[in-house]
């Protein structure tokens, strides 16, 4: 039986193309320790106020990867939140980013924000600690910069590749710092990837459409009856309950398909990586118990209601017990 999403097909060979870039100095120039760690402390600021989930996975890290992975985080908040700004300058600020970030001298001294100093310093010395490909990052930086110029899209492949930009190199960067086995792993990165985005998607409808964003679908809103008057007016019809089911099943499937890779993590970030995916998960549950409303409901799981679900997560993570995925003969 297949066990693979024709969407990932052309996803892979991006993935591939940015692990054939030749690993630089893992060293690097000297950089200022105090500065240094002032910067990571910063990362973990930015991870702890932006996402709670995501700050208490990544606290079951080992603390010389939790700091990495944090620093990963904030690189990747920082670059969306300069598309987010709203202040028409959107373009030449990613574009000072890019260059900021990739440069080789960040003794350089620049003229803009702390947050932007401190991550860029965090990030460079993870990336080059960890040997992590320029090009995953330059790949979400283009990823994120999409939203400058692309507000809609029009079938489920076009909406996967944005999904790559932004989420799934993420995914295959964190495994460089997590550590994993070969090229194996790549499938489940990317699997993990698109169902996080799209976790995101289905939660922000109402949100990103006050942004004048619809990154749901054309022609599955069509098949289900519904265009964007639909959105705009927040209506919870029974089209659009059956097609936000038709949406988080897809999305529940990726989740399974992408869980199994967890045991080609190294042990010492399994938990983590299991943690923020399963209760990343549980705001499509949320979703479900709200009615479907993701106009006027922001979608999220408790604090407490995570905290319970740890120790199973815990369990199935160290023993290997997600099961492989068969693809269902329907999708």
């Known amino acids: 039986m297949d066990t693979h999403f024709d969407w990932e097909d052309h996803l892979i060979p991006l993935a591939l193309q940015a692990l054939d870039e030749q690993p630089g100095d893992s060293h690097g120039s000297a950089i200022n320790q105090a500065l240094l760690q002032q910067a990571y402390q910063h990362c973990e600021q930015i991870i702890k106020s932006a996402s709670k989930t995501f700050y208490l996975a990544s606290s079951l890290l080992p603390p010389e990867k939790r700091k990495s992975i944090r620093a990963l985080y904030a690189f990747c908040r920082v670059s969306d939140d300069i598309v987010d700004r709203g202040k028409g300058s959107e373009g030449s600020q990613l574009e000072y980013w890019k260059n900021h970030v990739f440069r080789s001298n960040h003794n350089l001294p620049i003229n803009r924000s702390t947050t ?16 992590i490909p320029a090009l995953f990052a330059q790949q ?3 990823g994120v910069s999409n939203d400058l110029f692309k507000d809609r899209y029009e079938s489920f492949v076009e909406l996967a590749t944005y999904c790559y930009g932004v989420a799934c190199t993420v995914g295959l960067m964190s495994m460089h710092i997590i550590g994993h086995k070969g090229l194996d792993a790549i ?6 990837g698109v ?18 964003r619809v990154y749901l679908v054309k022609e599955e809103l069509e098949a289900y009856g519904l265009s964007e008057e639909d959105i705009a007016g927040g209506f ?9 089911r038709f949406q988080i099943e897809r999305v529940h499937l990726m ?4 869980l199994p890779g967890i045991k080609m993590l190294h042990p010492d970030g399994r938990f983590a990586i299991a943690a923020a995916a399963e209760l990343y998960r549980e705001i499509l549950n ?5 009615n479907y409303d993701v106009f006027s409901v922001r979608a999220a799981a408790s604090t407490v209601g995570k905290l319970r679900k740890l120790p199973g997560i815990w369990h199935r993570a160290r023993n290997g017990k997600y099961p492989d995925f068969q ?5």
Do not use: H
């Not at 499938?187 to 993990?192: E, G, Q, V």
């Not at 919870?236 to 936000?244: D, G």
């Not at 693809?327 to 999708?331: A, K, L, N, T």
């Open 116 to 131: 932007e100093t401190l991550v860029a310093l965090a990030w460079e010395d993870t990336r080059r600690r960890y040997r």
């Open 140 to 142: 979400l930086v283009d």
């Open 187 to 192: 499938p489940y990165a990317i699997r993990l």
């Open 195 to 212: 169902a996080l985005q799209l976790t995101n998607i289905l939660r922000d409808v109402g949100e990103d459409w006050r942004m004048g």
């Open 236 to 244: 919870v019809t029974s089209k659009w309950q059956a097609f936000m």
């Open 255 to 258: 989740y399974a398909s992408a």
């Open 286 to 290: 949320s979703i479900e118990k709200n």
């Open 327 to 331: 693809m269902p003969v329907c999708v």
